[in-house]
């Protein structure tokens, strides 16, 4: 009888070890996009070829929340893991934002994209220890200052009510800097925000301006990139030392083809959404080169702000090497 037992519950191991892990993620971009049909694909191509041992559950267009919603449930184990961006990776660890500090690369976004890629080793390993494996970073993109009213000029843009994620530090540093209004918003709110004059300006890249359909809203954006954006995509420590290291690495693999693949795609999508919003009516405004030279300045006073507390002086430093 006992040997029965003993079998019946070996059986029930084994069925339980050949068991699918399914990885439950989700993502701020909408269906239709770019960004989400290479998720599709990576998901479908990571079941094919694990043999269906590893799935990947997709929440896209932010159904599952905010990126801070996302990232709480996944640390009650609702989730499993998201595509973040700059505030909430912020949260995860503070060099994350390292690149993204305003004015590092101006219009030069391959200086940039080369930085995020030499960072990547250090900033894995600093993602590993919060609790997160990272299976590749994004390009997000130059981020653009847009509004509802029209502004010049920096001094301009004094008391204007700009939107930022709440707890930002980066955002609030820079907001404090030019002195605007910082109103807090999730970043769902921000549409209606900006008809309704809760907020008169925001800030993104052109691929998110459009897909969060801000164009219908805007009517100025000042052409001068405020800073780099990345984002990544993390899957919870917990999670993946469930999945078989044969599968890992064939999880990776395919992963860093299709984050390659989405990152080319943001390239093309950004310039071609300038072109796109350009021919939607949405005015374009050049600020003067007296303003333009006053951004190093600006960097600077942020870097002494941050420097320390938010982000470390050895992130600072590689960044450094790279502008």
Known sequence: MKALFGLFILSLLCSFSAQAITLKIAAIAPEGTNWAKTIKKMSK????ETKGKVKVKVY???VAGDEPDVLRKIRVGQLHGGVFTGKTLGDIDGDTRANEIPFNFYLNREKGYKSLKELAPYLNKKIEKKGFKNLGFYEVGQVYFVSTKKVESIAQMQGIK???WEGDELVKAMIDELKLVSIPLALPDVLSSLSTGIIDAAYAPPLGILA???QSKIKYLVNFPIAYSTGALLISNKRWKRVKPEYQAIVEKIAKKYIDKANEYAVADNTQGLETLKSMGVKFVEF??????RAEGIRASLL???EGKMISKKAINLVNKNR
């Open 45 to 48: 191509e990571i079941k094919k």
């Open 288 to 293: 003067s080169k007296k303003d333009l030279k």
């Open 212 to 214: 969060l359909q801000w």
């Open 162 to 164: 700009i939107w930022s």
């Open 60 to 62: 896209y267009g932010g």
């Open 304 to 306: 002494k702000k941050l």
